[in-house]
Antibody, heavy 126, light 109 residues
Framework: QVQLVQSGAEVKKPGASVKVSCKAS????????IHWVRQAPGQGLEWMGI????????SYAQKFQGRVTMTRDTSTSTVYMELSSLRSEDTAVYFC???????????????????WGQGTLVTVSS | EIVMTQSPATLSVSPGERATLSCRAS??????LAWYQQKPAQAPRLLIY???TRATGIPARFSGSGSGTEFTLTISGLQSEDFALYYC???????????FGQGTKLEIK
């Protein structure tokens, strides 16, 4: 079965960076997009960006441009999301999510999120 | 950027009754609309995609309808496990955009 297992909680100081991992299993890693979504305490869901694990191309939400970097390691079927210049407003649970459609078959990024990681709490505090 | 607006913010319904949740898009999104359920300290769970198609394993009491700018999630015969947060989401091809509504909290009346 499809599983996305994320790294553990992090506590960071303002101005630092955090790197969260998302290890995929149960499917062909390079065949599906991975997305990152975050949720601040008591708030809604916010899409951050997408990575194509096959060719490592990315697209980021404008809000995070310049601060977020998504990468992948095909040897371990792991995707990473690094967020820099952290501020208190970045305190949130960060989720990775897998798209529903095979990248080659669908030829589109218009997709919903079929599988989710368990979430990683990132706390930014001095 | 397309804005998704959900109503009401909180909906109080008795078990066994029907709940109707609404989602409105600021411009047409065709049928590129999904619904998710989220319980405390859990990741969201896909319920509906393509505005009206139930995801695998989702009970038939969940149904979605609408297209364009107006969408509805209906939950018939509410069960205790259905009381949760619900989000709608628009998804777009290019540029990639995945906008969530602010959520509707479904609570026990």
């Amino acid at each position: 079965q499809v599983q996305l297992v994320q790294s553990g909680a992090e506590v960071k100081k303002p101005g630092a960076s955090v790197k969260v991992s998302c290890k995929a299993s149960g499917y062909t890693f390079t065949s599906y997009y991975i997305h990152w979504v975050r949720q601040a305490p008591g708030q809604g869901l916010e899409w951050m960006g997408i990575i194509n694990p096959s060719v490592s191309t990315t697209s980021y939400a404008q809000k995070f441009q310049g601060r977020v970097t998504m990468t992948r390691d095909t040897s371990t079927s792991t995707v990473y999301m690094e967020l820099s210049s952290l501020r208190s407003e970045d305190t949130a649970v960060y989720f990775c999510a897998r798209g529903a459609s095979d990248i080659v078959v669908s030829q589109t990024t218009a997709e919903y999120f079929q599988h989710w990681g368990q979430g990683t709490l990132v706390t930014v505090s001095s | 950027e397309i804005v998704m607006t959900q109503s009401p913010a909180t909906l109080s319904v008795s078990p066994g009754e029907r709940a109707t949740l609404s989602c409105r898009a600021s411009q047409s999104v065709s049928s590129n609309l999904a619904w998710y359920q989220q319980k405390p300290a859990q990741a969201p769970r896909l319920l509906i995609y393509g505005a009206s198609t139930r995801a695998t394993g989702i009970p038939a009491r969940f149904s979605g309808s609408g297209s364009g700018t107006e969408f509805t999630l209906t939950i018939s015969g509410l069960q205790s496990e259905d009381f949760a947060l619900y989000y709608c989401q628009h998804y777009n091809n290019w540029p990639p955009q995945y906008t969530f509504g602010q959520g509707t909290k479904l609570e026990i009346k």
